[in-house]
């Protein structure tokens, strides 16, 4: 398959209408026009639009039809998701370690409060 087409499977994926797909990356109707119907060779201008208006295509994949379509974004939000999980543990576990030592604190307090009791009114 040839840039073009896949710059077609684009449009039908991505646009009403080439009309569409043409403002979606900031060019002329006409001068999209004339890439799609090979009356006009693609310029590196059209792929940097291309690829800036839908940044989640391949570059990889448009230029020369290798990988998938889509750039992998799967895995950076898995490696997002285990930081975030990483993250929480980390604060619950903090958060533990915090209420256990209050705990002790007010036993001690308490403890303390108690033996005053004992010795004013003892």
């Known amino acids: 398959m040839k840039t073009i087409e896949r ?4 449009i039908s994926e991505n646009a009403k209408s080439e009309r569409d797909f043409a403002m979606k990356i900031g060019v002329n109707q006409v001068t999209l026009n004339n890439y799609t119907a090979n009356k006009r060779k693609l310029s590196l201008e059209i792929i940097e639009a291309i690829l800036n208006a839908f940044p989640e295509i391949s570059a990889e994949w448009l230029l020369r039809g290798t990988g998938s379509m889509m ?3 799967t895995s950076d939000s898995i490696k ?3 930081f975030d999980e990483a993250w929480y543990k980390k604060v ?9 030592l209050l705990k002790e604190k007010v036993k001690f307090l308490e403890k303390q409060i108690e033996e005053k009791r004992n010795v004013n009114y003892g």
């Open 92 to 100: 619950i576990d903090d958060q533990h370690d915090t209420i256990s």
């Open 80 to 82: 997002a998701n285990d």
């Open 71 to 73: 750039l992998n974004e």
């Open 7 to 10: 710059i077609k499977m684009l």
